[in-house]
T-cell receptor, first 112, second 110 residues
Framework: DTAVSQTPKYLVTQMGNDKSIKCEQN?????MYWYKQDSKKFLKIMFS???????INETVPNRFSPKSPDKAHLNLHINSLELGDSAVYFC???????????FGQGTRLTVV | GENVEQHPSTLSVQEGDSAVIKCTYS??????FPWYKQELGKRPQLIID?????GEKKDQRIAVTLNKTAKHFSLHITETQPEDSAVYFC?????????FGDGTTLTVKP
């Protein structure tokens, strides 16, 4: 069983479109995250949710809107996609706000 | 906010040698310091971690040291093997926010 799973694995879309990435964890963790990894491999936190509540919102354009319907899910919706949004997006979860993050396999988003 | 600096950005060693990667952080309230290994095309995975109340931790060929006063921590890999080749990230965490270093690409030559 995959601990943190995100779909889709690859996403190619045109500029201006709206797309969503879904994430689910079956570890019973309280905290979930979205990270962006750019072409230089830098990993930056975007959002952090604890028990469905947003606790961290880095300086991310408001075209990015996370949604946590329950503790096990954290989805990412992106409006009006831009070329610079091309990256690998990782979902992750941790038992609480203090510990190890378990990463999903990543979604490679390519905006053309 | 927290700032994590990681050095070197690339490191090449011969198989069997040791490798050391260093990180410094700025926020004295950070209290958890994990190290992740990311192989090409894969997800980052935890290899070792240390909390702020501990100075050193070892797991087989991997060790991490933490100097809270100087705000730096280091990853030590001994007897390196080709399968250790990957990108290594340090991170500092405080209250749900992890700040990652920029990564070190380690190449172990057979």
């Amino acid at each position: 069983d995959t601990a943190v799973s995100q779909t889709p694995k690859y996403l190619v879309t045109q500029m201006g479109n709206d797309k969503s990435i879904k994430c689910e964890q079956n570890l019973g963790h309280d905290t979930m995250y979205w990270y962006k990894q750019d072409s230089k491999k830098f990993l930056k936190i975007m959002f952090s949710y604890n028990n469905k509540e947003l606790i961290i919102n880095e300086t991310v354009p408001n075209r990015f809107s996370p949604k946590s319907p329950d503790k096990a899910h954290l989805n990412l919706h992106i409006n009006s996609l831009e070329l610079g949004d091309s990256a690998v997006y990782f979902c992750a979860s941790s038992q609480d706000k203090k510990g190890e993050a378990f990463f999903g396999q990543g979604t490679r988003l390519t905006v053309v | 906010g927290e700032n994590v600096e990681q050095h070197p950005s690339t490191l090449s060693v011969q198989e069997g040698d040791s490798a050391v990667i260093k990180c410094t952080y700025s926020d004295s309230a950070s209290n958890y310091f994990p190290w992740y290994k990311q192989e090409l095309g894969k997800r980052p995975q935890l290899i070792i971690d240390i909390r702020s109340n501990v100075g050193e931790k070892k797991d087989q060929r991997i060790a991490v040291t933490l100097n809270k006063t100087a705000k730096h921590f280091s990853l030590h890999i001994t007897e390196t093997q080709p399968e250790d080749s990957a990108v290594y990230f340090c991170a500092a965490l405080r209250a749900g926010k992890s700040t990652f270093g920029d990564g070190t690409t380690l190449t172990v030559k057979p």
